[in-house]
């Protein structure tokens, strides 16, 4: 009886924290590529003006980046200036909830058929080592080797606290600048 | 709770056997197709394979309205459109693909245009496009290694911007595979060697990369028993029909297996060959399979342990300890390996196919990279693990 009356608050938090880990994701993303070398060497192949969106289905939470150019990504929020050119599409709120949670790694949502990629698959995997890369910077190691694949063995503590910290600062700095305007 | 989930997905109706190409009148019947068009290319029709389809469709009255037999190795998407212009003409109903994997993918493809409407192939392209069921579409497959017939893909080139466009949709699924001995028997040894080694590895893969699962593991263990049992003997004696049944089922028990579990390593690097140095997909399949299991050992010790039963069969498999069977499993898939290269110079090194030259290998390393298939490879692969596989194979 208690579960059925909780059943509805505990749906709205995990809405809630999906949306907020997208928003986080999306900043991290921007800022991920004004910091790593290797997420610029990976975005630099990604056409100018390259649109990908992150999004629960059917009309759920989304983040969408843009590749400005010279390995820059740029956050857009949730809404995108023309069509996107990549779309990697969760299939419902609760396979969302499983990766960004990191109950479950992206590379094994994709096997489990929990996304759906919409565009070249190519870019999907690029897109998806730039994902995996954010992650080991930004969450511990601990957590993070629940998140991708494989945690990369060159990534050493001191870069990446320094990494992380600058990555936090600008997600921060673009949270504060957001909401002021 | 385990967080453990897989899909499974085969309405593929499989034909199987002695005389089974006699059932495709009884088939399109009982869908109501009484105009099917025969999709298929030169080689097919010299080698003569052509005519026992043609008979059995002739002698229960079906006749086949019209034969486009021009498809190339590589099929693009004018062909499609004039296949599908000769279909509108003819006013057929129905296709019957015979061939390898470039006739079966035109079939699929043409099917999308006569279905769906239009001349544009390249607008249905991508994942998820098509929302209705296509026409009666069989298929025939005259080489055992592609599993085609039982897989959602086609690929097809737009020659007007030099690209591939997958095409993937549960929509384009035949609506039966059908699997005749006698559409095998006049098989070339290389080519019989290097699409039974396709399956081999469509099998092994689909048995060890990340998307395994409990239904494509079957026919993954089924695929490479198989093969391992019959293709030396059908290498010795190319007129063993029960051998190329063998095969041929083996092929379509593997597509079964990846197209449900997937591809990993193995691909991405045969992918990225095929479309530089233009070597056949099989022959890429069994040159790089030994090393990208040697590279994965460790991620997947205990599924490769488990495919020495299938691969070398149980007294093997119970004298090997535990320990040591996925060292084996790699053994016994460099042993047939050898066995084919004695018997058809089938080159187990990319130096010994005389195609691929050193300094080509980093671009098909960086090429691998961004292939689908590694998503599903079991462990990471960045750019330099991909150069140290090439130069292994290398030589």
Known sequence: MLAKRIQPMVFQARRYYVELMFQVMGRALQAVSEVDENVQNEARALPDGFLFEMMVMPDGSRLIVEHTGQGRFHYHGNTAPRPVDLSIQFKHI????????????????????????????????????VLNRLESFILPKLIAQRAVKEYPADLRLPKKLISAA???????????????? | MTNKYYEFFCPVKVIAGKAALEHIPYELTGMGAKRPMIVTDKGVRAAGLLEPVI???????????????????????????????IYRQEKCDSIIAIGGGSAIDTGKAVNILVSEGGDDIAKYSGAGVLKHPLKPFFVVPTTAGTGSEVTSVAVITDENKGVKLPFTSSFLLPNAAIIDPRMTLTLPPHITAATAMDAMTHATEAFTCMAKNPLSDAYATAAIKKVSQSLLKVMDNPKDSDGRLELAQASTMAGIAFSNSM???????????????????????????PYVLEYNLETIREPLGELLLHLEGPEVFAATPASRRAEASISAIRKLRDALYKRCQLPRTLKETGKVTENQLDHIAEMALDDGSIMFNPKEVSLDDARAVLRRAWA
Request: proline residues 3%; contains cysteine; aromatic residues 8%.
């Open chain 1, 166 to 181: 600058r990555i936090y600062l600008k997600v921060a700095t673009n949270f504060v600048e957001t909401a002021r305007a």
């Open chain 2, 263 to 289: 591809v990993g390593l193995v691909h991405a690097l045969g992918h990225a060959t095929g479309a530089i140095c233009h070597l056949p997909h099989g022959l890429c399949m069994s040159l790089y399979l």
């Open chain 1, 94 to 129: 609760a396979h969302a909830f499983l990766v960004l949670s990191f109950q479950e790694k992206t590379s094994v949502a994709f096997a489990n058929d929990r996304m759906l990629v919409d565009g070249d698959i190519s870019y999907a995997v690029r897109m998806t080592r």
């Open chain 2, 55 to 85: 008979a059995a469709c002739e002698e229960s009255g079906l006749e086949i309205t019209t034969i486009y037999d021009d498809v190339p190795p590589d099929s693009s998407t004018t062909v499609v459109r004039d296949i599908a212009g």
